[in-house]
């Protein structure tokens, strides 16, 4: 395994380029048209991370990263790439992987709980304009307050039909929850039912540990979330990759610069994480960006253009690998000026008239140095990939999966009591708890028989248990309102 001061070579030109680990936490940037070679170079990293003891976590939206899991073989443009570049010690080998799917059918299933997705996140899955997004997050607000869990679809159709039978009572405390706004959220639900989403939500949850795993041997286990069915459905692919970075940036201790990240995340396809979000959405994106890698999590942006990221996301992206890129329409030569001014310059190297002459797997690099300061910008070649590039078979895929170290703990699901079965048991639901108020003063006040307050109780330490830490009885939620377990 290589020193954490050593360079990871990921490309040659004129001399060798490479990323030093201590520096992955600091992001990254793959852009070029379609068929440049980012793909490639996402899964060249991939193997260049794990072998330097890093776990890294992605999303295989074309269904072809599958062969990172065995070695490759003899292919006329591998064996051509290694003869330009000279690497005479070149083997090919693959790296540990585990598969995810949030559908269960190519990997372990990936599941979350309602509760723990939080309301601005499930908003945007549901496209809700701003006044359902505030009655939805009124709807989380009860349900938190009143102990109620939220784990998958039916829990939260149990709430929102109570919470519209009942909205006069919660009107003085949260607000009006109209009910055309509550029936927009329940028709959102079965269009998301209706496309398979109710198989992210239940138990039992990803643990993040899982996607952090560092295999016997010291390389970092390379996990593949499949996403070529989720890609059908953008905004859901999208909302879970957040999901996930959210969780990280809620759930570890600060580390400040560690000598190599905790785990680096690759977002493919990575406009779609920004197309149509609202500004509340991308200013807590922006702020988990910059704040994350004080946590030992290195982010990986992959998209065809830098036009696709946003100004105050793109400037924290200080690695660049920028494959070709088009110029047919005026709007194609603006994205061809933006991606050369986005690298530091090199006097010897015309970046503009570079960027559209890039061949397949060619590429400006441009990375941080060992004091965070970027490199000059220099053209060359992506290292040639070691890991077998056809798709692992469906028997190839399953044997991958039995010999997983998680094989067996997510496949069966769990149904466990929670506000469904509250709210079916036909019990009133207590008055939400008032954080400021003691214990014994709100007891007093309270609406429900003992027998009540004794059911409620017990939901919300189910919450309590199953979700993370309460102050009171509300959760604490965070920036992007998820809710970590570790809290």
Known sequence: ???????????????????????????????????????????????????AGIPVLL??????LSGLALPGAENPKVSERIARLGLS??????????FWDAFGAAGHPVRTTVSELGPLLFSRILDLNEVQNGV???????????????????????????????????RARYGTLAPASIGAIQRGLLALEQEGGDALFGEPALRLDDMMRVAPDGRGTVSILAADRLMQAPRVYSTLLLYLLSELYENLPEVGDPER?????????????????????????????RLIRSKGVGVWFVTQSPLDIPETVLGQLGNRVQHALRAFTPKDQRAVRTAAETLRPNPGLDAVAAITELGVGEALVSVLDANGTPTPVERAFVMPPRSRLAPLSTGEREEVRRA????????????????????????????????????????????????????????????????????????????????????
């Open 1 to 51: 395994m290589p020193s954490p001061q050593e360079p990871l070579t990921i490309a040659i030109g004129s001399r060798p380029i490479g990323v030093l680990p201590r520096m992955l936490n600091r992001h990254g940037l793959i852009t070029g048209a379609t068929g440049t070679g980012k793909t490639v170079t996402l899964r060249v990293l991939a193997e260049l991370f794990s072998g």
């Open 59 to 64: 999303a295989d939206v074309k269904g072809d």
């Open 89 to 98: 010690d070149f083997s090919y080998t693959g790296v540990p992987v585990i």
């Open 136 to 170: 939805l997050a009124a709807v989380f607000a009860i349900a938190d307050d009143s102990g109620l869990l939220l784990l998958d679809l039916k829990d939260l159709r149990a709430v929102l039909a109570h919470v519209s039978e009942h909205a006069s009572e919660y």
């Open 261 to 289: 990240p905790r785990v680096v995340v690759f977002f493919d396809e990575a406009h779609l994480l920004f197309a149509d979000a609202p500004k509340v959405l991308l200013d807590r994106i922006e702020q988990m960006v």
């Open 404 to 487: 997983s170290p998680v094989a067996g703990v997510y496949e069966a699901p769990v149904d466990r009591a929670s506000a469904y079965e509250a709210l079916a048991s036909r019990v009133p639901v207590a008055e939400p708890a008032k954080p400021a108020t003691p214990p014994a003063a709100h007891s007093s006040r309270s609406r429900s028989t003992p027998d009540t307050a004794e059911v409620i109780g017990t939901f919300a330490q189910s919450a309590a248990r199953g979700i993370g830490g309460q102050l009171g009885r509300q959760l604490i939620r965070g920036l992007l309102g998820s809710v970590g377990r570790s809290r």
